[in-house]
């Protein structure tokens, strides 16, 4: 399913609530983070996160590495820059995810996107997201996420200047 497919949806009103009020006092954010960082944190989880993804551009290389009509339907040929900033760019989003955010973010599936773009896919139980890298260095990447709630979003945005924040946001 294309991009443009998923970002076709209806506009729906939805009643306005007002937020209740917290129950529970939250910690200041320095304390926050010291506990987090502690004991609760799996030290063991960026590893592993690196192993599984690199296992992903290994086994989506091997599809992009090959020659045009990749599907026996005519598809494009992708060209091994394109897919070397799609893998640039999703490397460099786990790793700010994990540095700056403390959070093991899962590896998105890595495939075939139209006009020799490649799909960056993350499909979850409680949200999906999907950023499109253009073959055009010239051109933004798009994306397209839902929490399957009443939150859908879509966009594009500059590879060079991505915000994890996006991802942070679906993963909450």
């Not at 937020?19 to 506990?35: C, I, M, Q, R, T």
């Not at 499909?123 to 939150?151: C, H, R």
Request: charged share 25%; glycine share 6%; net charge negative.
């Amino acid at each position: 399913m294309s991009i443009e497919a998923l970002c076709e949806w209806a506009t729906e009103v939805r009643e306005i609530r007002e937020w209740p009020e917290a129950s529970v006092a939250l910690a200041p954010w320095g304390e926050a983070v010291a506990e987090r960082s502690q004991d609760k944190l799996d030290l063991d989880a960026p590893e592993r996160t690196i192993a599984e993804l690199n296992r992903e551009i290994d086994r989506a290389r091997t599809v992009f590495d090959s020659q045009s009509d990749w599907d026996h339907d005519g598809g494009t040929a992708y060209s091994a820059a394109t897919f070397d900033r799609a893998a640039a760019f999703l490397r460099n989003c786990l790793r700010q995810m994990w540095m700056f955010y403390g959070v093991v973010a899962s590896v998105p599936r890595i495939g075939p996107g139209p006009n020799g773009s490649i799909d960056i896919h993350w499909k979850m139980p409680a949200w999906e997201l999907l950023i499109n890298v253009p073959s055009e260095t010239s051109e933004l990447a798009t994306f397209y996420g839902d929490d399957y709630g009443t939150q859908r979003v879509r966009g594009s945005f500059d590879l060079k200047d991505f915000s994890v924040g996006i991802l942070l946001w679906l993963m909450r």
